[in-house]
């Protein structure tokens, strides 16, 4: 028998996530337009400067991860509470850091012409072709680096939290129900899906520290060098595990709401904590299928990266979809808009895996994967995934505590986003089918009507959003002036 935390979600915590939640809404809106933008340049509808567009393309893929991150937390953190006692104060020095770190890497891009990728690939910082100085580079790595410390506290206090109340991480992953050991159900969900991300992320924020301590050293002392292949294998250990944590994040609150509209718990079985254990593991060793061009990559990796690429997105989406369609089934819910997103998120997990599984195929990785065709997979899994449930959110902290009621142009724009998003990650598609490169400023005549149609969809997906964010805003408010009576019922005991 696991006990548990019996609480209500305080006003505290419901004001703490306001800030962080617009916040991650503004820069995500902007992020978006920066999209168009490049895709307004490749398409020959504006003229864009090259060193601008990599500029552009620099601070885009940076920021739509880390807001997406940073609103992730915020579920985490809201209902994780409801479990474990947390320290507020690291919530928001998290938030400081974060403001922090970001101002210091847009003035590194802006300022200082940094445009070195997201993945500020070793020794590309350091050796720029006269492109940014050694400020530039300064400025944005160490503003990610004071980003992953944020994030690294707020999960390490998690993880303290958890194993107070738990006695173990393995515990709170339900090793007990899974070995035998205690008969039942394992700890909430919400737990569950916390403690992963609270394991793979630790790991992944301490590798990009180590990482981009080195290449600031290597910065400002030449003569200090990392082997290329090991900072490139450090960069998707630390990026893509981190990237993939943001829909382990967010598919808490699908656990936590779902129940809540159909009057149906959703319970850790012994199937379904399997399969987040398994994920645990896959997620951490998967990053390899980023590398398989490489040919100096030891072999065995290689074929690690390709089969476990086909594994690990499959044990958790699949009992989380098989999940939300039993507890929906039958169960006379009555839709909304924020549970339209967070069922719609399902969907938009399941067909944004496809094609990664694809590319993670070795021989057509090494046709696709510098191609269009990754960006296509990657926005459709987080727009109408990651995104999906992060919109869900928002929506339902504003129809339970900010007054908000759903009007017909709210369930419009829910599906011209939808219908939009899938436009943008289908000409993305299309364009990788084609060969059209995903960062290459300039693009031949044949790739730019792909380029053209995608542009039109991401103008009408930053336009969906803005009118989301404005509804948020305008009731955000009101959340935590009041203790909503539907966040007090709470099992007090599983097993």
């Not at 885009?60 to 807001?67: A, D, E, K, L, P």
């Not at 474990?84 to 104060?89: G, I, K, R, S, W």
């Not at 819910?333 to 399941?350: E, H, N, P, R, T």
Request: proline share 4%; aromatic share 14%; net charge positive.
């Amino acid at each position: 028998m696991t006990t548990t935390l019996h609480v209500a979600i305080d006003s505290k915590t419901k004001k703490a996530v306001v800030f962080p939640l617009v916040f991650s809404g503004v820069i995500l809106l902007l992020m978006m337009i920066f999209g168009v933008v490049m895709l307004l340049g490749q398409g020959k509808l504006i003229e864009l400067n090259p060193v601008m567009f990599y500029k552009v393309m620099t601070i885009h893929g940076t920021g739509m991860i880390g807001v997406s991150a940073l609103a992730g937390t915020c579920i985490i953190w809201y209902f994780l509470k409801l479990y474990v006692p947390l320290n507020t104060a690291v919530f928001r020095l998290n938030v400081f850091l974060f403001l922090v770190g970001v101002a210091m890497v847009l003035v590194g891009i802006f300022s200082y012409d940094f445009a070195g990728a997201w993945t500020f690939l070793y020794p590309l910082p350091a050796h720029s072709g006269g492109m940014w100085g050694k400020t530039g580079a300064a400025l944005y790595l160490g503003g990610m680096l004071v980003i992953g410390t944020g994030f690294l506290i707020l999960l390490l206090e998690a993880a303290r939290a958890i194993i107070k109340q738990y006695g173990s991480l393995s515990t709170s992953l339900g090793w007990p129900q899974i070995l035998g050991k205690e008969k039942g159900f394992g700890p909430p969900p919400t737990v569950v899906a916390s403690t992963m991300v609270c394991i793979v992320d630790i790991i992944a924020l301490i590798t990009g520290a180590a990482l981009l301590s080195m290449s600031l050293v290597n910065v400002f002392v030449p003569s200090f060098t990392i082997d290329p292949l090991l900072a490139k294998n450090l960069t998707y250990a630390f990026g893509h595990v981190f990237a993939n944590s943001i829909i382990y994040m967010g598919v808490i609150v699908v656990y936590e709401l779902l129940p809540r509209y159909t009057g149906r718990p959703w319970k850790a079985n012994k199937i379904f904590l399997i399969a987040w254990n398994m994920s645990t593991l896959f997620t951490l060793i998967v990053y390899p299928h980023h590398l398989l061009m490489d040919f100096v990559m030891p072999k065995w990796m290689i074929v690690m990266g390709q089969v476990l690429s086909y594994m690990n997105g499959l044990p958790v989406l699949v009992v989380t979809a098989f999940g939300a369609l039993m507890i929906v089934y039958r169960s006379g819910i009555k839709w909304d808009v924020a549970s339209s997103f967070l069922y719609l998120s399902m969907f938009g997990w399941v067909i944004g895996v496809v094609p990664a599984i694809i590319d993670a195929t070795i021989v057509i990785n090494h046709v696709m994967h510098n191609t269009k065709w990754v960006p296509g997979h990657f926005h459709m899994y987080m727009g109408l995934g990651a995104c999906a449930m992060i919109l869900g959110f928002m929506f339902y902290l504003t129809r339970m505590e900010g007054g908000r009621i759903d009007n017909k142009l709210d369930f419009l724009t829910l599906w011209l986003y939808i219908l939009a998003f899938l436009g943008l990650s289908g000409s993305f598609l299309f364009s990788g089918k084609s060969s059209a490169p995903r960062r290459w400023a300039e693009h031949f005549p044949e790739w730019i009507p792909a380029d053209v149609v995608a542009a039109f969809f991401g103008i009408f997906v930053t336009i969906t959003f803005l009118l989301f964010l404005v509804r948020f805003i305008s009731y955000s408010s009101n959340i935590g002036s009041k203790i909503n009576q539907s966040d007090d019922i709470r099992p007090s005991t599983h097993g």
